[in-house]
């Protein structure tokens, strides 16, 4: 009886598996030689016991940047007196901005209106325009008399629509929450092997699977025209979290 290896049936299968390659298809055409590389050493491979934790980090952080939306609005019988008045007070508050520090680059103009006002029976009574813009303050100390500055300079057609808070600039508040991510995915991984009695290897693959970071905060206001006055700003805190997925290897 003759005795096959593992060996000679593998090679066996290959020729095999070349030859019905090689013959298919019933194509007239003359293919090229088939090449057939043999590994001589076996592939690396990380297959093997292992350990899987996700880890969380959460930093919290003070917004540095306030973001206000506010505008013009105007009316008049006709459209285009309407649009001129508004042109006029919308720069003046442009001009009231810049005076207060607040930078060009920083002040975006985020919508341009002009409607017809209707009576009861549908019949127009005039025009109604409207110019809003936003503007990042960066220094919250000032932001309040910024506010009061605007609203002075353009009296009574000047609406506020709301603010938001948001934080410049937050790599380093990324790389504390990354830290304290694998920090918790390590101490997880040794509860888990000193549980189950094995010994923790060194770590094969981390994944961050997900960084959240905060949204810019925004408190509305009705679109209403106000009287300035002293305007208290408080940043509060905003949170940051990264999620990582760790794995190890067990020793053996």
């Not at 025009?127 to 000032?142: C, D, F, G, P, W």
């Amino acid at each position: 009886m003759r005795v096959f290896t593992k060996t000679t049936i593998a090679a066996a299968a290959i020729i095999a598996a070349v030859g019905v390659a090689g013959c298919s298809g019933g194509s007239s055409k003359t293919s090229a030689p088939a090449k057939l590389t043999v590994a001589t050493t076996p592939p690396a491979t990380t297959a093997g016991p292992t350990v899987n934790v996700a880890g969380h980090g959460q930093v919290e952080g003070t917004p540095d940047v306030m973001t206000v939306t506010m505008g013009v609005q105007t009316t008049n019988p006709s459209a285009q007196a309407a649009l001129q008045d508004n042109n006029a007070r919308a720069n003046a508050l442009i001009a009231a901005l810049k005076a207060q520090g607040v930078a060009a680059k920083d002040i975006q103009t985020v919508d341009l209106n002009v409607s017809p006002n209707f009576d009861k029976n549908f019949h127009i009574t005039g025009y109604s325009a409207s110019n809003t813009v936003s503007a990042k303050l960066r220094n919250l100390a000032k932001a309040g008399e910024v506010i009061d500055a605007a609203a002075l300079t353009v009296g009574q057609d000047i609406r506020l629509q709301g603010v938001s808070f948001s934080i410049d600039n937050t790599s380093a508040l990324v790389a504390k929450a990354r830290a304290d991510a694998i920090k918790d995915a390590i101490a997880q991984a040794k509860q888990l092997s000193a549980a189950a009695g094995v010994k923790l290897g060194a770590i094969r693959t981390i994944d961050d699977t997900g960084t959240l970071l905060p949204q810019p905060q925004a408190f509305a206001s009705s679109n209403q025209s106000f009287d300035a006055a002293a305007i208290p700003v408080e940043p509060g805190s905003q949170q940051l979290s990264v999620d990582v997925e760790v794995i190890f290897a067990i020793a053996s």
